[in-house]
């Protein structure tokens, strides 16, 4: 069920994944599912041209992972593009289902300790935990 609110003389909506497709109709891919653009590359390339109230953005905060209207580009995992373009100066919240479980969360731990240590990560934490030890206080 749409939620409505007052933020600073904006209206925040608030609504499910399933109201959102409905209303606002996302590109699909092959597989009939909402397609995920990347956020550089070709994929970027592609949203590029489409008009802003066409373009959405999903966000990574903190282990969850809403889909707001609008272009954003800090903590931006992708953008999706719809048929339906929103109205006006109102701000739009998709809640579900992109908040991750707790495995999911520890993978996307693991993948990006590994992308900055080159390490897996209970390897990166044992080293770590071993290098505190060794410290002198």
Known sequence: MEEIKAVEETKLVVMTFDEWAEKYKPILDDDGCPRAFDTTGPDYDEVVPYPA????TRIDCDGCMPITNRWHYVNRDSYFITEVPFEGDIVI???DPFELTEEEEKNRLSEMYSEQTGLPYEDYMKQ????????DY
């Open 53 to 56: 109230n066409q373009i959405w």
């Open 93 to 95: 919240e998709v809640t």
């Open 128 to 135: 770590s935990l071993e290098d505190l030890q060794a410290m």
